[in-house]
């Protein structure tokens, strides 16, 4: 059973900044693609950026410039560094990435985490 685990949210003051990690756990063979989504009060969910196994990156206009998505392939997490924050980032963030387990053939299937609060005061 594979788990995705996100830490890190919370709230903090327009132009702060705050680290999102999530962390997979289970028996898990190889992780391609991973990334963050989020989901604002009333809107539809959204990519913010997302990162391939071999480090290509792709980021929402709305957060290029001000967040940095890493992985760390030996931990099976990935993190979200999110700088100069803005009330409109306030949203639920989800943890997304294709695992492959011993039951899978590759690239496995994709799993969520149960998403983190981040909140922005103007």
């Known amino acids: 059973q594979v788990q995705l685990v996100e830490s890190g949210g919370g709230l903090v003051q327009a132009g702060g900044s705050l680290r999102l990690s999530c962390a997979a756990s289970g028996s898990i063979i190889s992780m391609s693609n991973m990334g963050w989504y989020r989901q604002g009060p009333g809107k539809q969910r959204e990519l913010v950026a997302s990162?391939?196994?071999?480090?290509?990156?792709n980021y929402a206009n709305s957060v290029k410039g001000r967040f940095t998505i890493s992985r760390d392939n030996a931990k099976n997490t990935v993190y979200l560094q999110m700088n100069s924050l803005k009330p409109e980032d306030t949203a639920v963030y989800y943890c997304?990435?294709?695992?492959?387990?011993?039951?899978?053939?590759?690239?496995?299937?994709?799993?969520w985490g149960q998403g983190t609060q981040v909140t922005v005061s103007s």
């Open positions: 990162m391939t196994l071999g480090g290509s990156t």
């Open positions: 997304n990435a294709r695992i492959q387990t011993p039951s899978d053939y590759w690239p496995g299937r994709e799993y």
